[in-house]
């Protein structure tokens, strides 16, 4: 069996590196080469370097030529300007890969890159993987944000310069159209959680659905967090640099906590780079309301990192105003932590209120409040929950029982479409 994926995301054999983005590509690919080592991968992603075909264990890569970043201030103004979503050269460079190799089916992960528009031109049978929502994450696109701060980012210098959210937008809406486009033409997707399936079945009804989770990066199997071990009123999360992922929202409880008297909680961010617009908000409220013995923004972290952050925190929080199935509450529910994250989209199928984690109003501040503090004041729920937590999440991301599903699902769609 031969499998063509298409990845926005290099993976570690091209990159030389260990992995940031999308680890679980990497985690599919390596089970796959454990458990069924006859299965054939021709692994095909962007990369700005060219370089010819190479084969590394169960994997052939192949690049995808993508142009540089323009280099001058006014080229990259003047391309943030044009919001465009692809280039059809890099489609035809796509086309051209997929008729050297000859697989006997393509599998496409995500809806948010343009490979999905390519369907109609193969003569084999495609899979999408799911992995964001456009269409469901443009209506909360905005979150996070007060009526005032959007209105600043209208004028601002970064709005000027092709930049931020509303820039965000225009593109957005571009993507989620041609989000429609690759809905209608797959007929096989697979996915995660209840709000990814009620999408796809708004947007194609007739498509058939797989659910399939991810397995994740190797050491969220071989950390365990432990109470004793973490620090006391420390809250670890991962976020964005997009309002959306709640960072902001998550700052905000942390002002009400202070003002119920709750000043000595810790709070630690992953993924906000505080020259970014969401960085420069927090940075704002922290300066307005003296937090600035309280918050850190961490930037971006390797996994390596994130893990030890976890171990190190007493509580994870998750305060995305969207997602489907966000990684880092996976991972957090690997090692044990007690969880606390928002009912927005897919995450309600991922973490069960009140017996693996609790779960608040996403817009909802003082409520997201009132539950740091009664995980903070009852230790002996918090930690019962992070232990159901790991127990669901070992079954939910066991690489075996995955990998017999991605199987199951590739010779199934070989069998279906053969009729």
């Not at 393509?106 to 799911?130: D, H, K």
């Not at 069960?352 to 009852?378: C, K």
Request: charged letters at 25%.
């Amino acid at each position: 069996m031969r499998i063509l994926w298409f990845t926005g995301v290099q993976l570690p054999a091209v990159t030389g590196k260990g992995i940031n983005r999308a680890g679980w590509q990497e985690g599919l690919r390596r089970a796959l080469n454990q458990y069924h080592p006859d299965l054939q991968l021709i692994i095909a992603s962007f990369g700005t370097e060219t370089y010819q075909p190479f084969s590394v264990e169960n994997a052939t890569y192949h690049n995808i030529y993508r142009k540089p970043k323009p280099v001058t201030r006014w080229e990259r103004i003047i391309k943030n300007w044009m919001h465009k979503t692809h280039d059809q050269e890099e489609l035809d460079r796509c086309l051209d890969i997929y008729n050297l190799v000859k697989p006997d089916l393509v599998f496409i992960f995500g809806t948010e890159n343009p490979f999905g528009l390519l369907i109609n031109r193969f003569n084999v049978p495609a899979v999408v993987s799911i992995q964001a929502v456009l269409n469901g994450l443009i209506m909360r696109l905005f979150s996070g944000l007060s009526p005032l701060e959007l209105l600043k980012n209208i004028f601002s210098k970064e709005t000027i310069l092709g930049r931020g959210i509303f820039h965000k937008w225009w593109t957005l809406k571009k993507y989620s159209r041609i989000e429609k486009i690759i809905y209608k033409r797959c007929q096989y997707f697979n996915g995660r959680t209840d709000w990814d399936k009620s999408w796809l079945t708004r947007l194609n009804p007739d498509a058939h659905y797989f659910h399939i989770d991810r397995i994740l990066g190797e050491s969220y199997y071989q950390a365990k967090w432990n109470h004793e071990d973490s620090n006391e009123n420390l809250i670890f999360t991962v976020s964005s640099n997009a309002s959306f992922k709640g960072g902001i929202t998550l700052v905000r409880a942390l002002v009400v906590l202070k003002e119920r008297g709750f000043g000595d909680i810790q709070l630690r961010l992953a993924g906000i780079d505080q020259a970014s617009q969401v960085g420069k908000h927090i940075s704002r409220l922290v300066k307005t309301h003296e937090l600035k013995d309280q918050i850190t923004l961490l930037g971006r972290l390797h996994p390596s990192e994130i893990v030890n952050e976890m171990l190190n925190a007493r509580l994870f929080v998750l305060p995305s105003h969207m997602d489907n199935s966000p990684n880092s509450l996976a991972e957090a529910m690997m090692l044990g932590m007690p969880c606390l994250a928002s009912d927005a989209g897919g995450i309600p199928s991922m973490l069960r209120d009140n017996e693996e984690g609790i779960l608040y109003q996403h817009n909802d501040i003082n409520a997201l409040a009132d539950q740091i503090e009664r995980l903070f004041y009852e230790p002996g729920m918090a930690l019962k929950l992070g232990i159901q937590a790991r127990k669901t999440a070992q079954v939910r991301h066991d690489p075996e029982r995955i990998v017999r599903e991605m199987y199951l699902t590739y010779q199934e769609v070989l069998s279906r479409s053969s009729k």
